[in-house]
Each structure stands twice: as structure tokens, then as C-alpha cells.
T-cell receptor, first 113, second 118 residues
Framework: GAGVSQTPSNKVTEKGKYVELRCDPI?????LYWYRQSLGQGPEFLIY????????DSGLPNDRFFAVRPEGSVSTLKIQRTERGDSAVYLC???????????FGPGTRLLVL | AQTVTQSQPEMSVQEAETVTLSCTYD???????LFWYKQPPSRQMILVIR??????QNATENRFSVNFQKAAKSFSLKISDSQLGDTAMYFC???????????????FGQGTILTVHP
């Protein structure tokens, strides 16, 4: 079946702009996760959803970052007033539930100029 | 807080030989899961192998096996009969079980770049 998909694959924006990154999880997966990966580093947790609600958002770096999952499927990560330090690969993953193995999408590479 | 340490930034191996990647972790939780993920240049994070902490038997998946030492908090990955397609960054990761502070979120190590030479 189809895996986790993320759009866009690459996003270039200017400092101060607003961006939205989309994640389509594997069908039937109730848990969805966002991670951020800087160059040469391991991914760092941002937020995870169980159904429509954010079960843990402790990894969001500040209030410029926000994520939603209104119907319990597709999720959007929103970044306001982007900064150059936000440049990274943003990975999305999904799992049957929070105890099961997480399957990752190909990521969105965000570059803030 | 949980930490995962991979002390080998880079490793190389000849095709068909065996290589072992190291990983140690620190946690106060008793029930958890450990993973090895592979990330080739395409950026896609691919699950290699998973180990439940309550299981004493080491997990194996074809050419991939782990040496899980719970008391030592060590979780190494052995790749046998290495293939060119194994060239990638490998990440060790930890997740806690229900009720723990790390439930639902993977903690990753810094990664090890593995190069398989023909």
C-alpha cells in the first residue's frame, strides 16, 4: 500500500514568510508525528497526534510553530515568520498507534533565505 | 530525559564482509523499544530492525541482527554479507512504553555514516 507522503519535497522561502508543510499518513494509522532534522544530525521530535488531538507538543521550539490534524488523517505543520535557523528537513511519520513502529515519509527540505 | 549515543561518526566495510555499528542509551524507564533506521541519500528513513526491551532474545531480520545488552544499555547492529545498497546513514532510536515520559516520541542518536566498498 501507499506509504507516508509529504508535500512539497522542497520549499524555498524568504525570512519572515509563512509556510505550510503537508503530511499524508498511511491509511488507518491513528498516530502521526513531526520531526525536524538538521544537516548531519538525527531527527528531533516536534509533535505527535493521536487522532485529531496533539498528544505531545513538547518539541515545538516556539510559538511560531503550529500543527493541525483536523480530521485525524492529513496533518499540516505551519511556521510563521520564518527564520534562517528554521532551515532543515521536516520529517513526518505515522503508526497504527503510539506504541507501534513509526514509518517515515521522504521529508520536506525547507530553506529560508 | 532519554539520550542515545552513537560514537562512530563514520564506518566503512568491504562488500560481503561484516560490520557492527554501536549504540548506547540512557533511560530510567524499564519498558521501551529500540530501533535501527537507515537513511540513504534519498532522505527516506527506513526501518531496519526493532527490539522490545522485555525480550531477551536478540532480534534478527535477514542479514541484520542486534546485540541487545539491557544491563549495559547497549544496542549494536551487525550487518552480515554487506551489500553496496547498505551504504547509508544509520540511526539508533529509543521510544518509551505507555506511561513513560518518552511515550510516542523517538529519540535518535547522531547517526553513523556507513560506506560499503566494492
Amino acid at each position: 500500500g501507499a506509504g507516508v507522503s509529504q508535500t512539497p519535497s522542497n520549499k524555498v522561502t524568504e525570512k519572515g514568510k509563512y509556510v505550510e508543510l503537508r503530511c499524508d499518513p498511511i491509511s488507518g494509522h491513528t498516530a502521526l508525528y513531526w520531526y525536524r532534522q538538521s544537516l548531519g544530525q538525527g531527527p528531533e521530535f516536534l509533535i505527535y497526534f493521536q487522532g485529531t488531538g496533539a498528544a505531545d507538543d513538547s518539541g515545538l521550539p516556539n510559538d511560531r510553530f503550529f500543527a493541525v490534524r483536523p480530521e485525524g488523517s492529513v496533518s499540516t505543520l505551519k511556521i510563521q515568520r520564518t527564520e534562517r535557523g528554521d532551515s532543515a528537513v521536516y520529517l513526518c511519520a505515522s503508526s497504527l498507534n503510539a506504541q507501534e513502529t513509526q514509518y517515515f515519509g521522504p521529508g520536506t527540505r525547507l530553506l529560508v533565505l | 530525559a532519554q539520550t542515545v549515543t552513537q560514537s562512530q561518526p563514520e564506518m566503512s566495510v568491504q562488500e560481503a564482509e561484516t560490520v557492527t555499528l554501536s549504540c548506547t542509551y540512557d533511560t530510567s524507564e524499564n519498558n521501551y523499544y529500540l530501533f535501527w533506521y537507515k537513511q540513504p541519500p534519498s532522505r527516506q528513513m527506513i526501518l531496519v530492525i526493532r527490539q522490545e526491551a522485555y525480550k531477551q532474545q536478540n532480534a534478527t531480520e535477514n542479514r541484520f541482527s542486534v546485540n541487545f545488552q539491557k544491563a549495559a544499555k547497549s544496542f549494536s547492529l551487525k550487518i552480515s554479507d554487506s551489500q553496496l545498497g547498505d551504504t547509508a546513514m544509520y540511526f539508533c532510536a529509543f521510544i518509551g512504553n505507555a506511561g513513560g515520559t518518552s511515550y510516542g516520541k523517538l529519540t535518535f542518536g547522531q547517526g553513523t555514516i556507513l560506506t560499503v566498498h566494492p
